[in-house]
C-alpha cells in the first residue's frame, strides 16, 4: 500500500466512523436530518474507499497487491454502496443505523490486516477469479442489508404490535419499505451469488487439481447458497414474508458470519485471503 | 405604531364571526376603506372561517385604532354589546398575536397548516394594493420566519391529532406507500367514510364498500368511485384488501380469526392494516396475535391521538418561546426605525457643514495639488464621521434597549436638527 492508498483508507475509516455515530446519534435524538447527513458522509467513505482501492489494483502487477485488508475493504465498499445506491430509491436513511455499523466493522477488521500480507497467489489471478470474488462480495453484501432490514422490520412489528406507535415507530421506516428491501436483498443477492460460485467453480475446475470442492469455504458457500435459495423460494412461491422473513434472515445472517469467521480463524482453507 | 384589531373563536360566538366573515365577504376588498381612515399608512386584512383580524401600521393617534374597530363593527352588523369580541393588541402585544396565529398557535386546532396559506394570502392581496409598506413587509416577512422556525424546529405539527389522520399515519407505518393499495370498507359510517377519504387522498386507489344494505353501501362507493359489495362477499374481498375500515352497528364479529387466516393465506401473507373504530367491535381481537396482521381499534386511535395532542402542548412551549425571540428582533428593527429620520438629519446637517466650511476656504484650497485637496477633503469627511459615530450608536442603542423618546428629543435639541 503506498502513502496516498494508505491516506485514502484512513480517510475512508474517518468517514465510516463519523457516519456510524451519527446513525446511532440518531436512533437516539430520533432526528431524521442526522441520519441525512450521516448518509453524506457515508458517501465520503464510500468515494475514499473506492479511490483506494482503485490505486491498489491499477498497479502494474495486476491486483497481486490485493490480500485480506483489501478483500475486507472491498466489502465495506460493497455494502455501502449497494446501501447508498438503495437510499436513491427508497429513502429509508435511518436503515443506515444498523448497516453503518457493519461496514466499520469491516473496516476496523481491514485494518487490522498487514497490507502485505494473505495476498492472492499471483498465479490464480484473471478475469474469471475478479468475476467470482466481485460478485461473491456483492452477493453477500446484499444479504447484509437484507438482515439490517428484517431487523429494523423486528423492532417495528414490536411497537406496531404492542400499539406504540410513539416517536421511535415514527423515526424507523415503515414495514412496507423494509420488506421490500428484505425481498430485493434475498432476491438480488442469490442471483449474484449464484453468478459468482459458477465463475469460481469454472475457474476451480479448469486450473486446479485435487478436491478442492472440499475446502471448508467452498462447502460454507455452498450451504450459504442452499439456504438463502431456500428462503428465496419460502418468500416468492409460499409467501413467507413479513416477520418470519424478517427474524429468518437475521438468524441466518448470523450464523454464516459466525461459521466464516470460524473459518477463516480456524481451518486451513485455499480461501485465507479474505 | 403597530396595531392589530380583530376577533377569533375565542373571543366572538359562532353567530358573531359567521355576521362579520360574510359582511367581509361581500365587500371583497376592504383595504382601501381601511386605508382611507386618518392616520393608518400601511394595512393588512385576514378574514378566515374562525378569526377576523386587521393588522395596520398607525400614527399614535388613541382615536384611530377605534375607527378600524368601528369599521369592522360596521361590516359584521354587531351591537354595541358585541364590542367586546373584538381586541386591540399594540406594539409588541399586537407582533406577538401576528406572530402566534401565522405559526398556527392560536387555531382551533393546534399547529395545523391552512392559517399559514392564509395569511400569505392576504399579505399577497396587500401587496397587489400597495397597502403594505417597509414596517408591514418586514412584520409578515418576519411572520413567515417565524412560523417556518415553528415548524421546523419544534413538532407541533409532526403528528396527528384526529382518529382519522391517526389512521392513515398508521396504515403508512405499515405499508409503506399507500399508492395503489386497496381499501375496504365495511358498514356506511361516517367515521369509515371520513377515513376512507383520507386514504384515497395520500395515494390508495381502489376502494371496496361492504354493507348489509347493498343499497347504502352503493351510495357510499359512489363517493370514493368504487365498488359495492354484500357482506356474503366479504371473504373473497378479505385477501384482496391492504386497508380493512369496520364500522358496522353488529352486535357481534363480523371479521373472525379464521377469516383473516385464510385471506392471509390467499394473499400469500401481505401485510394487512385493519382499524376496527366499531362499537362492539367488528374485528375479533384475536386477530391482532396473527402474524403481519395489525389490528387497531377505536381506543387504540384514540389513546394515539391524546398522546399527540399532550406532545403538541409541549411543543407548543417551546414554539412559544421562538416567538418571543422573533418579536423581540422585530422589534428592535422598528424601533431603530423610528431612529432612522433623526440619524438621516444628522448626517445630513454635518455634511451641509462640511460642505459650507470647505467652500469657504476655497480660496486657500485651490492653490493646493490636487492629490492634497483631496486629502483634506478625505480627513474633514473622517473627523465628522468619527464624531458622529459616537451619538448614532447611542441613539440606536437607547432605542433598542428602552425605547425612548427622550433620547431623540435629546438629540433633536443639541444639534439643533428642527431649527
Known amino acids: 500500500m503506498t502513502e496516498v492508498e494508505l491516506k485514502l ?36 467513505g464510500f468515494v475514499f474507499l473506492a479511490l483506494s482501492l482503485i490505486l491498489i489494483a491499477s498497479h502494474s502487477t495486476g491486483w497481486s497487491n490485493f490480500g485480506s485488508r483489501c478483500f475486507l475493504s472491498l466489502y465495506a465498499w460493497a455494502i455501502s454502496g449497494i446501501y447508498l445506491g438503495m437510499q436513491i430509491k427508497t429513502k429509508t436513511r435511518v436503515l443506515g443505523a444498523f448497516v453503518a455499523p457493519l461496514i466499520l466493522l469491516f473496516i476496523i477488521a481491514a485494518a487490522g490486516q498487514q497490507s502485505d500480507k494473505n495476498l492472492v497467489p499471483l498465479p490464480w489471478q484473471g478475469w474469471l477469479t475478479t468475476l467470482h470474488l466481485l460478485l461473491a462480495i456483492a452477493g453477500e453484501a446484499l444479504f447484509v442489508l437484507a438482515a439490517a432490514a428484517g431487523a429494523m422490520f423486528i423492532i417495528q412489528d414490536n411497537l406496531l404490535k404492542h400499539k406504540k406507535p410513539g416517536k421511535m415507530s415514527r423515526f424507523l421506516p415503515s414495514l412496507g419499505d423494509l420488506d421490500r428491501i428484505n425481498q430485493s436483498g434475498l432476491l438480488w443477492g442469490f442471483v449474484l451469488l449464484t453468478f459468482g460460485m459458477i465463475a469460481g467453480a469454472l475457474y476451480a475446475a479448469f486450473v486446479w487439481e485435487g478436491r478442492w470442492f472440499s475446502d471448508p469455504k467452498i462447502i460454507w458457500a455452498l450451504a450459504t447458497w442452499v439456504v438463502y435459495g431456500f428462503l428465496l423460494h419460502q418468500r416468492l412461491a409460499i409467501g413467507w414474508k413479513g416477520f418470519r422473513m424478517a427474524a429468518l434472515s437475521c438468524v441466518v445472517f448470523v450464523l454464516f458470519f459466525i461459521s466464516a469467521l470460524a473459518i477463516r480463524f480456524y481451518l486451513p482453507t485455499i480461501h485465507s485471503f479474505i | 405604531m403597530i396595531i392589530l384589531v380583530g376577533l377569533n373563536h375565542r373571543t366572538a360566538p359562532l353567530a358573531v364571526r359567521e355576521r362579520l366573515f360574510a359582511g367581509c365577504e361581500e365587500e371583497k376588498n376592504l383595504l382601501p376603506e381601511f386605508l382611507a381612515i386618518d392616520g393608518v399608512a400601511e394595512v393588512l386584512f385576514l378574514s378566515t372561517c374562525n378569526r377576523v383580524e386587521v393588522v395596520a401600521v398607525i400614527d399614535d393617534n388613541p382615536e384611530t385604532a377605534e375607527k378600524l374597530k368601528k369599521v369592522l363593527m360596521k361590516k359584521g352588523g354587531l351591537m354595541d354589546g358585541e364590542a367586546t369580541c373584538l381586541y386591540i393588541y399594540r406594539d409588541d402585544e399586537a407582533i406577538k398575536h401576528l406572530f402566534r396565529v401565522t405559526a398556527s398557535l392560536d387555531s382551533l386546532v393546534m399547529g395545523e397548516a391552512q392559517i399559514l396559506g392564509q395569511v400569505k394570502d392576504a399579505y399577497r392581496q396587500a401587496l397587489a394594493q400597495n397597502s403594505s409598506g417597509v414596517a408591514l413587509n418586514r412584520l409578515m416577512h418576519r411572520a413567515f420566519r417565524t412560523a417556518k422556525r415553528v415548524r421546523t424546529e419544534t413538532e407541533i405539527a409532526a403528528n396527528p391529532v384526529s382518529v382519522s389522520f391517526a389512521a392513515v399515519e398508521l396504515a403508512k407505518k405499515v405499508l409503506g406507500t399507500l399508492t395503489g393499495k386497496k381499501i375496504l370498507v365495511i358498514g356506511a359510517g361516517e367515521m369509515a367514510e371520513l377515513t376512507g377519504t383520507h386514504l384515497i387522498g395520500n395515494g390508495a386507489e381502489d376502494i371496496t364498500v361492504v354493507n348489509r344494505s347493498i343499497v347504502q353501501a352503493a351510495a357510499m362507493a359512489e363517493k370514493f368511485h368504487g365498488r359495492a359489495a354484500g357482506l356474503d362477499n366479504l371473504d373473497d374481498i378479505l385477501s384482496c384488501a391492504d386497508i380493512v375500515i369496520s364500522s358496522t352497528g353488529a352486535p357481534s364479529y363480523i371479521i373472525t380469526e379464521s377469516m383473516i387466516r385464510r385471506a392471509l393465506s ?30 387497531y381499534n377505536i381506543d387504540n386511535l384514540q389513546n394515539i391521538v391524546d398522546e399527540n395532542i399532550k406532545n403538541r402542548r409541549r411543543e407548543a412551549l417551546k414554539a412559544e418561546k421562538i416567538v418571543e425571540e422573533e418579536v423581540k428582533l422585530y422589534s428592535n428593527w422598528l424601533k431603530e426605525l423610528e431612529a432612522v429620520p433623526t440619524i438621516i438629519s444628522l448626517r445630513t446637517k454635518a455634511e451641509g457643514i462640511v460642505r459650507a466650511e470647505m467652500e469657504k476656504a476655497q480660496g486657500w484650497i485651490n492653490s493646493m495639488e490636487n492629490a492634497d485637496k483631496e486629502k483634506i477633503e478625505a480627513l474633514v469627511k473622517g473627523i465628522v464621521n468619527k464624531i458622529l459615530h459616537a451619538p448614532v450608536t447611542a441613539l440606536k442603542e437607547e432605542k433598542v434597549e428602552f425605547d425612548s423618546p427622550d433620547i431623540v428629543a435629546a438629540v433633536r435639541q443639541l444639534f439643533r436638527l428642527d431649527d
Open chain 2, 266 to 295: 390467499k394473499r400469500k401473507n401481505r401485510l394487512l392494516f385493519l382499524i376496527d373504530i366499531a362499537v362492539p367491535r367488528d374485528i375479533d381481537p384475536a386477530v391482532d396475535n396473527i402474524e403481519n396482521v395489525y389490528l
Open chain 1, 9 to 44: 483508507f484512513v480517510l475512508a475509516g474517518i468517514c465510516v466512523t463519523a457516519s456510524t455515530i451519527g446513525y446511532l446519534l440518531s436512533l437516539v435524538v430520533k432526528k431524521v436530518q442526522l441520519a441525512r447527513l450521516s448518509t453524506w458522509i457515508l458517501l465520503g
